[in-house]
């Protein structure tokens, strides 16, 4: 379980709070969504939760941490790093720029946690396997496109198995298959009981991927429950937050005056699945 | 005005991945172009072609009809140019105004010139409060409508965006799409890379769909996300936009964009 309890976090060098009393609860085995506007907080939530700010950048953090029961504030980074995996919102910051083929850029979480040669081996060849990127693997990772290493990078946590894990727009760059088994991934992980954070602004991904999703403006966290009654809300707009596409349609055809059951059978989401 | 031709183009990259094979593609001046396909499947590399960042390992690429081959990737930046898809490996200057200026002023514009052109294109991306920020403080989305910034301030006659919207929010993409109308209105092409089916079926009226390095399909949004394409979009692992798969499976025509799909749904009930 990761906590955050009335966390507020600002910047070195800034006066301005980035992050204003903040509580989040992620459980075991829970998926959560963070949706919000451009610059409301999002990545700054991650890189707190995950202990770089500010362990690794400095700045001035209030509040509670807790990971698995543990108090996390002031720890040192290597701490945190054992217990939750982070992926940053641009792959190229994240790919290590130490190795010659990607199947060696997957290897090297697992080896750096001191396991064996066959295990990291074997855990960097599933991780591959999982995306369908194992064709990648000679690969040198500074050749990869932009989509295919935002793919090496989410294998790289995945050969890790961390405790839990935190993503900042994990499938921003992804094709829509690729975006597809990197929810299916995710859905995996958070089964063995991680608590999975996820930043995203495409709300058809979370739609179908979250328990809970969160709500974030101005830093604070206005907003924080059920996927589906939270991607229906319709103050989302306002917090500069799209609703997916089968809300969208369902809205427009209201508008319009038409019979909503006019979609219905059109494979639109939640309706059809019910 | 820049016409924009690929013929019989290949790419080969030094460690011996093919990322192009046999590309032919016209792209008349003031057209605006969508180039989708999955991941690695050539997109990118097509477009470093256009403003001579890359060199085909086959074929020729034409401005105008005339091979550029001979030509200096400084002279055709002037006709081409490109905002990549990561911010961070374009962006080096210590202000964000001094960022957007860098590029008319390698242009040749007096300093005066660019200053002002800076300044315009930082208030058409939305940037203007932030134009003595320094860029790295800017989050990931506004490094991004930087790095556009940077490329309008060239008054370029051709303008390649390399997946415009990752990383923004719904206003954001609102914001890219007026900036992409003007530029069109003005005459000017435009060239985007993107997976974002939505964005590209509302806002392009060709689109190209590559797989494996070569075209597989190239149209209107209409002809490209019509159902007997469908199979060929699935070889690419891509899917048409909700809408258009709304549209088929009632049976109500070709519908790319929700706007068209509830028109049609309203037709239907009348």
């Known amino acids: ?274 | 005005m820049t016409t924009l031709g690929l013929e019989g183009v290949g790419y080969v990259y030094p460690d011996g991945t093919r990322a192009l094979s046999d590309v032919d593609l016209t792209i008349a001046a003031g057209e605006l172009v969508a180039i989708i396909g999955q991941n690695g499947s050539g997109k990118s590399t097509l477009v470093r072609h256009l403003d001579g960042l890359l060199r085909p390992t086959e074929g020729r690429v034409l401005h105008d009809g005339a091979d550029i081959a001979g030509e200096r990737v400084a002279a055709l930046a002037a006709r081409v140019g490109i905002v990549f898809q990561n911010p961070d490996r374009q962006i080096f200057a210590g202000k964000v105004r001094s960022e957007v200026a860098f590029g008319p002023r390698i242009l040749g514009r007096p300093a005066a010139d660019a200053a002002a052109a800076a300044t315009r294109a930082l208030e058409v991306v939305g940037l203007g409060k932030l134009a003595d920020a320094n860029p790295y403080d800017l989050g990931y989305s506004q490094r991004k409508l930087l790095t556009l910034a940077s490329i309008l301030a060239m008054d370029t006659p051709v303008v390649v965006l390399d997946e415009p919207t990752t990383g923004q929010d719904a206003r954001g993409v609102a914001r890219i799409r007026r900036v992409i109308a003007d530029l069109s209105s003005a005459g000017r092409t435009v060239l985007t890379i993107s997976h974002d089916m939505r964005f590209v079926a509302e806002t392009f009226t060709r689109i190209v769909v590559m797989g494996s390095g070569r075209i597989l399909l190239d149209g209107s949004p209409a002809t490209v996300f019509a159902e007997p394409e469908w199979p060929t979009l699935a070889s690419t692992y891509l899917e048409p936009p909700l809408a258009a798969r709304v549209g088929a499976r009632l049976g109500i025509g070709v519908t790319p964009t929700e706007a068209g799909l509830v028109d049609a749904l309203a037709r239907l009930e009348s």
């Open chain 1, 1 to 274: 379980m990761l906590k955050l309890e009335t966390v507020s976090y600002r910047y070195a060098g800034y006066a301005t709070k980035v992050l204003r009393d903040v509580d989040l609860t992620l459980g075991d085995g829970e998926i959560v969504g963070v949706v919000g506007a451009n610059e409301a907080g999002k990545s700054t939530l991650c890189l707190v939760g995950a202990g770089l700010a500010p362990g690794s950048i400095g700045g001035g953090l209030e509040g509670r941490v807790t990971i698995d029961g543990v108090a996390m504030t002031g720890r040192p980074q290597h701490e945190f790093a054992t217990r939750v995996g982070i992926g940053f919102q641009n792959p190229a910051t994240q790919l290590s720029g130490v190795t010659g083929s990607v199947f060696e850029e997957v290897a090297l979480g697992p080896m750096n946690l001191g396991l064996p040669g066959r295990e990291t081996v074997a855990r960097a060849k599933a991780a591959l396997a999982t995306l369908d990127i194992s064709d990648l693997a000679e690969r040198e990772p500074r050749r990869l496109s932009g989509g295919q290493a935002q793919l090496v990078v989410i294998a790289s946590l995945l050969a890790m198995r961390p405790a839990h894990l935190i993503l900042d727009e994990p499938t921003a760059q992804l094709d829509p298959e690729g975006t597809r088994l990197v929810g299916v991934a995710l859905r995996e992980l958070a089964a063995s009981g991680a608590a999975l954070l996820v930043v995203e602004h495409k709300t058809d991904l979370l739609d179908g991927l979250c328990d809970r999703i969160a709500v974030i403006d101005a830093g604070r966290i206005v907003l924080d429950g059920a996927a589906g009654e939270v991607l229906e809300d319709p103050r989302l707009e306002a917090w500069g937050v799209e609703a997916p596409a089968r809300i969208r349609l369902d809205r427009a055809v209201a508008e319009r005056g038409l019979d909503p059951a006019i979609l219905t059978g059109t494979g639109l989401g939640a309706r059809d699945d019910a």
